[in-house]
Structure formats: C-alpha cells, structure tokens
DNA sequence: AACTTTCACATACCTCGGGTATGTGAGTAC
DNA sequence: GTACTCACATACCCGAGGTATGTGAAAGTT
C-alpha cells in the first residue's frame, strides 16, 4: 500500500531532521550545506525548503529537539531523588554527562547562541532545562535550604558555569576532569547553603 | 612629505581593524561583509586580503585586541586592591561592566567561540582574562582562604557563570539587575571561603 | 642617477551555497 | 470522474568569500 501523503510528509520531515542533527552536531552549522543534507535523504534542496523555510530553521528545529531532549533528562535524573538538594544536584550532574555528547554541545551550547541569536536561544534554554534549575532554586529558597535572593542572576550564572565547563570537559585530555568539576560544582553549590555563622564571615555591606 | 610605505602599511591596517571591528560588535560576523569594511576605508577587496589572509583572520586579530583590552581592565581593577580576596571580586565586577560593552559581548562572548573554534577562543581567553582569574584563585588558595582543589575546573565554573551573566545582563531591562548579579555571585564566592564548620555541614563523600 | 626589485594596492574573475520561481504528477476531495 | 492540493523536482539567481594577475610608486643596488 503507498503511504498517505501526512505519513510521507512526516517521514520525510524527520529523515532531514535526524540527517541534519548528524551533520550540525559533526560539522557545526556553518559547514553544513542544506543541499547535502537534503540528498542525502534521496530529496532535492526544493524539497527541503519545502519543510523548512531556511537552513536557519531547520537547524532551530533540530536545536528545539534536542533541547528537548535535554531537558528530559536532566528533569528525570533529578526525580530520582526525594530532598530538593539532591535533585539540584543530580540535576546539575545530569546536564554535565549529557552534555558530553557533541550533539549537545556543538548544536545547543555553541552554534545555537550565535545562528538564533543570544534572545531566541536563551528562551528555548528556560523552556527546556534552565527551568528546572530555577524551579529547584526557588523551592530551596522556600526551604530556607540557601538564602532568599533573586533567581534569575543566580540561575543565569549557574547555567552558564555549566554550560562552560560542558564544553571545557568535552576537551579535556585529563580522567579526573569530570570528577573534578563535580566537585567543585559541589563546593560552589554547596557554598550557596544558608548557614547561621554567616553574617561573622561576610558581613553584608555589598 | 609622502608617507613611508611601513606608515601606510600600518596606518590601512588600523582602519581596517577600527572599522572591522565597529561592524562585527554591531552587527554580529556573519553579517558583516568582508569587501564592505574594506571600501569603508577607501580599499578594495584584494588590498584588504592583503592584510588578512580571510575574514576570519581579521575577525581573529579584532578579537585578540579586544581580549587583551579586556584583560588589562580587569588586571588594572584588581591591582586597585591590596587584599587578595577584594582583588577576587573588584576583577570579577570589572568584567561584568567591561562585558556591558557590546564589542566584547557580541565578538568576544557570543561570536568567537564559533568563528574561531572554541579550543582556539578558549586559549585566548585563557592568555587575556581567565589568566587573572586563575591567579586569584590560586592566591587565595595558597593562603587558604579557600579550600585547596584543582584550579582548572573552578576558574572555568566562574568564567563561564560570569560570561553568561554579562549576556544575561545585556539584554535585561530590570535597572536592578546589574546588582542582583554582583549581589548573587558575591554569593557564590563567599560560599568557596574555606570554614571550619564545613565539615558539618557538607561531609566530603563527593 | 639609472636600474631593478619589492610591495601596497587595484581589477577582474571564479565558485560555492543559500534562496526562489516555476513545473509536475500522484493523492485527495467533491 | 473531475478539479484541486501538495509533496516533491528543475532550473535559475545572486551575493559573498576567495584568488590570480596587473600596476605604479617607494626602496634597495651598482
């Protein structure tokens, strides 16, 4: 029996999709060149500007998915755990392995800021994991686990610790390396904790 | 009086550098037209090749004199101190209002790492600004105001943290958001300072 | 001082890749 | 069964990076 013409539609969308993800996630965006990506599914380039209006979106396509994806896992490693502290950290320690995989970083840490621009890609970033990272801050906060402070600056700078020592570990020559982060990831949050000496340490004239 | 050829040399070299460098902070490098910086400075096309081997090559030697301006900035914020610790933050604070600038947000932050490749982007970093910042953390370690550990993975947790608020911070509108975010990676440092009670408080089964 | 060489530019051209305009033939709807 | 839709193919445009080659004036050479 032929394939309806949705069913078509629909496989041939995705054939491009998992083609071009290959391809951005070796290659980076700039040397991947739309047509190739398009033969390579046995479809000419017309056909492919058919699904997507531009090589842009059909990369902001494969960044949604894999974003996505991300954010599954990182929200899925953290319900594991019961203690909010632990999801953030288990969350934190997820983002750091998933981001070993060059997919994750070449497309979404790398490429994604400058081809979407820095606005577009930080949205898509809120909605798929730094979400979740601000979720578990805020429910600290309301714990009373760390400090009562603004979330947006503290989940910014966390992601973007992340973010950069994903792509400084996917570099690394050294096995310690991701241990190490971990730890001194660890050492940074658990820095954060609210603690009664604190005010004798840190007096607040900031 | 005609000038010497060298003058010429390095005078068409400056403007196109001036100009380049103008264009790539306002409208990103891809946007940016190779021939069309080349005529601004009354150049063509082939004699601006003659300076830079690609646009790349001339993207390159803006960044790196961008970098360098940037890492003398905070160098010189930091030697306003005599405390190590207060040199710790007065170069973290120069590098959040240096990054207000969009030359160094859009070149060095956003663009460079794709265009120059992040190995390469992160090796100037590393010789303009993360330098510093190593320093510091190796200071205060050495004198033991925070814990001994491998530099390596903390200063690329901080850069990264502070990389990202400068973007975060760009596109904010919150007039408060510059504070929040020293406030919030205050926060963050005064979390690394080494105390007795840690132990306690977060016992080392990392 | 004439002669040669160098080199900072200009001119002209090539190529590749993103994007578009326009078919076409097999499903789909009435 | 006829008209329409739409998932594709074909053919073309053009802008931009890069190169090959020319040229004239400054800078060495004798």
Request: with cysteine.
């Amino acid at each position: 029996m032929a394939p309806t013409r949705a069913e078509q539609r629909a496989a041939t969308r995705r054939a491009l999709l998992d083609e071009a993800r290959r391809r951005f996630a070796a290659d980076g965006y700039h040397d991947v060149v739309f047509a190739e990506v398009a033969h390579a599914v046995r479809v000419t380039k017309g056909a492919a500007y058919h699904h997507f209006a531009s090589k842009t979106g059909l990369f902001r396509a494969v960044v949604a998915e894999v974003q996505a994806e991300l954010g599954e896992r990182v929200a899925a490693a953290a319900q594991r755990h019961d203690d909010p502290w632990e999801q953030l950290r288990a969350g934190c320690r997820a983002f750091l392995s998933a981001a070993a995989d060059p997919t994750v970083r070449r497309i979404v840490l790398l490429d994604a800021p400058t081809v979407l621009g820095w606005h577009e890609w930080r949205a898509m970033d809120e909605a798929a994991s730094a979400r979740h990272l601000a979720e578990a801050l805020e429910t600290l906060m309301a714990a009373g686990t760390i400090p009562d402070q603004p979330v947006a600056p503290l989940t910014r700078l966390l992601s973007g610790a992340m973010n950069e020592a994903a792509l400084w570990l996917a570099q690394s020559t050294d096995p310690q390396a991701l241990a190490q982060t971990e730890r001194a990831l660890d050492h940074l949050l658990t820095g954060l904790r609210a603690r009664p000496a604190e005010e004798l340490i840190a007096p607040r004239e900031w």
